[in-house]
């Protein structure tokens, strides 16, 4: 499992959280302007009212919950706080270690920050997301010092079609961070959904595609740019959550919801190209994750899994493939923080190690082996520990007593009705600590009682 990051590594964290969300608060919203609501379909939203040259400007700020209507009542006082957080974000680099974006993508992230990209509800999504969680969970992650010259940022089109408030065009807020930045036309449809510096910097703009599959660009007025619909993001970027970006003074981003973002790039790996070489890092980064979520998370893990499960066999089935490509220990501590059988993983089946069972005269039981097998390829193998208790074999053989010769020539003569039953439960019974399989009565009652039904 990954390393916790000390305490005192994490308070400084959290105190750079609260110091970013008040600076990037107080420069959004500057002195002289006002606070009002208004209602939008039945939801409470918050506006910025200000003096311009033309009357009244209004700056969008975000939909009523109780955090935001707790920094508003501060805004001023959040006016009054240092906003030098640089020190902080070198303590935690170097005393605590942590991953740092490439300066470049510093830079891009903060001219994107500086203009509101994200208080409109944009998510940072794809590796420099992925950065952030270390920080997020309190451990030190696998692979989050991977760097990229990609940038990736979504937003949902309809939410960015009803804002009131926008910012850009596009291609003038990356010129704040480099003044190459040019747009890139689709291929098919001559719109940009991408832009490109002459260094190779690159920032892509994301949808979720909710409809039939297409490649037509979709606009999102708010930020200024058309951007490209995919499958599966609108499951990510729902219900975001904030994090600090170690660059500068900290730059305060939107990024998925780590639980949403493993199970997310379980269902990418699934969907690339094979010899993709991003399909491995997919699968490091989910796997990383999920080894922290397990503990740290369970319950929001559970109700992410479930969402998911929820949304067809598709869906199903990609996430048990990439659960499949995982080492066994990880996919087992998962499958049994979120309550789901062995059997969500599609061709997992186990085969059994011959002559090697062995009477145990302590316990009374019989003991064997077996060995789980993926159709896909990759995965490692890990022997399952399998016991068959004294009073099923006793039933199996209508026999008031079993000693180690007969107890053993009972199970090789029930040999193949013993591995059926412990075939289904290793599949469809909850996952149990351990790779291990007993059989009982009870589990030869239910599988009798399974095979019944039609």
């Not at 994750?289 to 397990?294: A, P, R, S």
């Amino acid at each position: 499992m990954p390393t916790e990051l000390p305490l005192m590594i994490q308070t400084a964290y959290a105190e750079l959280l609260d110091r970013a969300r008040a600076a990037a608060f107080s420069e959004a919203f500057p002195s002289g302007g006002t606070f009002i609501p208004k209602v939008i379909r039945d939801r409470r939203y918050w506006y910025f009212q200000e003096p311009t040259a033309l009357g009244r400007g209004q700056t969008y700020v975000g939909p009523e919950t109780q955090a935001l209507l707790a920094q508003i009542n501060s805004a001023r006082e959040a006016r009054k706080y240092s906003r030098d957080q640089r020190s902080l974000v070198a303590m935690l680099v170097r005393g605590g270690n942590l991953p740092r974006p490439l300066h470049a993508i510093g830079n891009l992230v903060a001219a994107l920050e500086g203009a509101g990209v994200f208080r409109l509800r944009a998510v940072l999504v794809g590796t420099v997301a992925y950065q952030t969680y270390a920080m997020t969970l309190g451990v030190r992650l696998p692979a989050a010092i991977v760097q990229t010259n990609d940038v990736d940022v979504a937003q949902f089109a309809d939410v960015s079609v009803a804002m009131d408030d926008k910012i850009g065009p596009m291609p003038d807020i990356l010129r704040r961070a480099d003044d190459s930045f040019r747009p890139e036309p689709h291929l098919d449809h001559g719109r940009a959904v991408s832009y490109v510096a002459a260094s190779g910097l690159r920032v892509d703009f994301l949808t979720p595609n909710r409809g039939p599959d297409t490649e037509v660009p979709q606009p999102l007025p708010a930020l200024g740019t058309d951007a490209q619909p995919l499958r599966f993001l609108d499951f990510l970027i729902r219900d975001p959550e904030q994090a600090v970006l170690l660059h500068g003074n900290g730059v305060l981003v939107s990024v998925p919801a780590p639980e949403r973002f493993a199970l997310h790039k379980l269902i990418v790996a699934r969907r690339r190209r094979p010899g993709d070489p991003k399909q491995q890092k997919d699968l490091l980064q989910a796997s990383a994750l999920l080894d922290v979520l397990v503990e740290r998370r369970p319950l929001e893990l559970r109700a992410a899994w479930n969402e998911a499960f929820k949304r067809g066999k598709a869906w199903r089935r990609l996430i048990g493939e990439g659960l499949g490509q995982l080492r066994p220990a990880i996919r087992e501590r998962a499958l049994r923080a979120v309550e789901a059988p062995r059997s969500v993983v599609p061709g997992l089946n186990i085969e059994f190690v011959p002559e090697r069972a062995a009477y145990d005269g302590e316990s009374e039981e019989v003991r064997f082996h077996a060995l789980p097998q993926l159709a896909l390829a990759g995965g490692v193998r890990e022997t399952v520990a399998c016991t068959i208790t004294r009073d099923l074999l006793m039933l199996l053989e209508a026999a008031p007593g079993l000693d180690s010769v007969t107890g053993l020539a009972a199970f090789r003569r029930n040999r193949d009705r013993i591995e059926q039953v412990v075939t289904y439960k290793y599949l469809h019974q909850p996952v149990a600590a351990g790779a291990a399989v007993r059989l009982t009565v009870a589990d030869m009652t239910l599988f009798e009682k399974s095979a019944s039904l039609p």
